[in-house]
Nanobody, 117 residues
Framework: QVQPVESGGGLVQPGGSLRLSCAAS????????MGWYRQAPGEERDLVAS???????NYADSVKGRFKISRDNAKNTVYLQMDSLKPEDTAVYYC???????????WGQGTLVTVSS
């Protein structure tokens, strides 16, 4: 099964920045809303940010003003720029592609982000 591939996770100090990338090769990128979700240990997977085919964005309240989602349709890639990172941002971050017509979803394997001094 084709799935998105995330990259860019790692260890960063509080206040630092990271940029996550999600390559969606093999997925009809042009008809998929792309999203980033995260899951901390013992917690549910929650939406962080999403971006529609037309470029409309949606953010969780906890990341507004600090994170920015963008997509490059020519490269079939979606990005999550994360600034002013906090320890509570520590989680596995997952890329999600949702078909705008069928609502079929495809998930990536996830990339770990650890914010710690």
């Amino acid at each position: 099964q084709v799935q998105p591939v995330e990259s860019g996770g790692g260890l960063v100090q509080p206040g630092g920045s990271l940029r996550l990338s999600c390559a969606a090769s093999g997925i009809r990128f042009s008809i998929n809303t792309m999203g980033w979700y995260r899951q901390a240990p013992g917690e549910e997977r929650d939406l962080v940010a999403s971006i529609t085919v037309g470029g409309s964005t949606n953010y969780a309240d906890s990341v507004k003003g600090r994170f920015k989602i963008s997509r490059d349709n020519a490269k079939n890639t979606v990005y999550l720029q994360m600034d002013s990172l906090k320890p509570e941002d520590t989680a596995v971050y997952y890329c999600n592609a949702k078909n705008m017509y069928t609502s079929r979803e495809v998930w990536g394997q996830g990339t770990l982000v650890t914010v710690s001094s």
